[in-house]
Nanobody
């Protein structure tokens, strides 16, 4: 699966951004997709994930209620709508694809980078205070 993430930028605290992850490849429509982020000097962390048809989603506690992940199956694109952004949301955001259709029933697995074998390049989100 090939993934291309875009939509990052600079926004003031309280603002919104929408990230897009365009997927391609023969199995791309069958893959669960997740967003991770990595701030300077920190480990990559889980943000949100969605199953192959969009029926299941999961969020990190730090973004639940502010971010929304969605999927356009026809366009083979996954979106991350980010509202009420905070300076601590500043990071490179990456989308990643799993070889599975559905999110793992184990939260530890579905929020782990090891669950996702294909990664796109990062898109930088900067939130100023």
């Amino acid at each position: 699966v090939q993934l291309q993430a875009f939509g990052g930028g600079t926004v003031q605290a309280g603002g919104s951004l929408r990230l897009s992850c365009a997927a391609s490849g023969p199995t791309s429509r069958n893959s669960a997709i997740a967003w991770f982020r990595q701030a300077p000097g920190k480990e990559r962390e889980f943000v949100a994930a969605i199953s192959w048809r969009g029926g299941s989603t999961d969020y990190a506690a730090s973004v639940r209620g502010r971010f929304a992940i969605s999927r356009d199956v026809a366009e083979n694109t996954v979106y991350l709508q980010m509202n009420s952004l905070k300076p601590e949301d500043t990071a490179d955001y990456y989308c990643a694809a799993s070889s599975n259709h559905y999110l793992s029933p184990s939260r530890l697995r579905r929020t782990s980078t090891a669950e996702y074998g294909d990664w796109g390049q990062g898109t930088l989100v900067t939130v100023s205070s």
